[in-house]
């Protein structure tokens, strides 16, 4: 990588943790984190989540609501809806640079059709 392109990935980096979404999620992270085991039993929904995600299984709404179900008392607490929010909104933020990204730059991929 050249160091024109790396001086410009960390000018975009400074840029997202500038960003309204990142300064929402890291205070709401700071606030959780105030309360170890609260945040100890957001991390282990996030983890179930993201491993339902990652696992293929999202279409499986039987496996999605028993996380929902598990977890519901967390939902109805003030500092985890707010991180979860800010932590949705950061992700999406991320996911349109990395289309943005992606989408300009031809890498011939059509055999993956």
């Not at 945040?39 to 990652?54: E, T």
């Amino acid at each position: 990588m050249t160091d024109n392109l790396a001086s410009k990935v960390k000018e975009l980096k400074q840029m997202i943790l500038d960003s309204e979404e990142y300064r929402n999620f890291d205070l709401y992270r700071r606030l959780l984190k105030e309360v170890p085991e609260l945040f100890d039993q957001v991390n282990q929904f996030r983890h179930d989540n993201f491993m339902l995600q990652i696992s293929g299984e999202i279409q499986n709404k039987e496996k999605a609501e028993e996380i929902v179900e598990k977890n519901k008392d967390l939902f109805n607490n003030s500092l985890v809806t707010p991180f979860l929010n800010a932590e949705l909104v950061l992700c999406k933020m991320l996911q349109d640079i990395n289309e943005m990204l992606v989408d300009e730059i031809d890498m011939d991929v059509d055999f993956l059709k």
